[in-house]
């Protein structure tokens, strides 16, 4: 069965940080890149950082790097996002999948992230 679950997000103060996590189902995440992406309202859903299957390369976008760190758990089908220093701009619906998913693809629910004073 094809599962994505994101958890973690939530309301957060500019400066703060958040853990997201990616329970994924093992057709998706074994031998996979895997990558968060993130959707603001009204924009374009955006790759925010990326992951080999084996975890010895990642990816930034630029906007985050130095702020965000993305971490997988082979054993455990899960892919991580650590998230500090968070900003307004980084409001968005977080969600994760294999990296070069397209929007035709099936997609989780995503976890909110809020970060606002």
């Known amino acids: 069965q094809v599962q994505l679950v994101e958890s973690g997000g939530g309301l957060v103060q500019p400066g703060g940080s958040l853990r997201l996590s990616c329970a994924a189902s093992?057709?998706?995440?074994?031998?996979?890149?895997m990558g968060w992406y993130r959707q603001a309202p009204g924009k374009q859903r955006e790759l925010v950082a990326s992951i080999t299957s084996g975890g010895g390369t990642v990816y930034y976008v630029d906007s985050v790097k130095g702020r965000f760190a993305i971490s997988r758990d082979n054993a455990k089908n899960t892919v991580y996002l650590q998230m500090n220093n968070l900003k307004p701009e980084d409001t968005a619906v977080y969600y994760c999948?294999?990296?070069?998913?397209?929007?035709?693809?099936?997609w989780g629910q995503g976890t909110q992230v809020t970060v606002s004073s």
């Open positions: 999948n294999f990296l070069g998913a397209s929007r035709y693809v099936y």
């Open positions: 093992g057709s998706i995440f074994n031998n996979n890149a």
